[in-house]
C-alpha cells in the first residue's frame, strides 16, 4: 500500500460513512453501530494526523472548530461563552432561520443558494438537497425548461417503502431502455440549478 493521503483515504472514508447508515437503517444494534461509528472517528483521526505531519492543524483544532462552529451557529442555544441559553426558540422553523442567518453572515461571499451542496453527492441525495435549499430561499422554478412540456409526476406514495418500490421499478424501467439513472438525474439536477438560478447554460457554482 502507497503512503496515505487525503486523496487515498477518501473512499475509505465515504464507504464507512455508509456502513454507518446502513446499520441504522438494517438495526444492526448498539454493540454494532458503536464499532461502524468507531471506523469513521478512525478516518477522522487520520486525516487530522496527516494534516498534523504538514503542520496544518490537528485533532484538537478539528475539535476546538466544531466547538466554536456549534456555538456561533446555534446562538438560540448557546451563549457566546458556550453556556447554555435560558430560554429556546419555540418552533424547528426558528431554529433553521436562526441557523441560515448565521450561516449567510459567515459566508458572504457565496452568491448562489446552492454553492456548498457537494457535486460528489449521489444524484438522489442531491437532488433532495438542491430542493430543500431552493424552498428555503423562496425559489421555484418550473420543473419543464422553457418551451417544453411539463413531465408527468406521479403522486407520492403514501410511505417510504411505497416509494422505495416505485423508485426501484423506474429505475429497471430505465436499465431495460438502456438509460443511466445516475446520470440522468445528475443531468436534471443541473438543469434545475439552470432554472432555479435563472442562470444561463454554463459553468454553476457547484457543478463539479
Do not use: C
Request: glycine share 10%.
Amino acid at each position: 500500500m502507497g503512503a496515505l493521503s487525503h486523496e487515498s483515504l477518501v473512499e475509505y472514508l465515504l464507504e464507512e460513512a455508509y456502513e454507518v447508515a446502513e446499520t441504522i437503517e438494517a438495526g444492526g444494534g448498539d454493540a454494532e453501530l458503536r464499532a461502524e461509528l468507531g471506523d469513521v472517528l478512525l478516518q477522522v483521526v487520520l486525516h487530522a494526523r496527516l494534516a498534523e505531519e504538514r503542520g496544518a492543524f490537528d485533532f484538537d483544532d478539528v475539535a476546538r472548530g466544531l466547538r466554536g462552529k456549534m456555538i456561533r451557529r446555534n446562538p438560540h442555544v448557546f451563549r457566546a461563552d458556550g453556556s447554555l441559553q435560558d430560554s429556546f426558540p419555540a418552533t424547528v422553523e426558528e431554529i433553521v432561520q436562526t441557523w441560515d442567518t448565521v450561516k449567510k453572515a459567515e459566508k458572504p461571499g457565496r452568491a448562489h443558494a446552492f454553492e456548498g451542496v457537494p457535486a460528489a453527492l449521489p444524484a438522489l441525495a442531491r437532488a433532495q438537497k438542491l430542493l430543500d435549499r431552493a424552498d428555503r430561499a423562496g425559489l421555484a422554478p418550473d420543473p419543464a425548461p422553457p418551451g417544453a412540456a411539463a413531465p408527468a409526476i406521479p403522486a407520492a406514495p403514501a410511505t417510504e417503502e411505497e416509494l422505495g418500490d416505485l423508485l426501484f421499478g423506474i429505475v429497471a424501467e430505465a436499465r431495460r431502455a438502456g438509460l443511466d439513472a445516475e446520470r440522468a438525474l445528475r443531468a436534471a439536477n443541473r438543469r434545475f440549478i439552470d432554472a432555479a438560478s435563472g442562470a444561463a447554460p454554463g459553468p454553476r457554482p457547484d457543478a463539479g
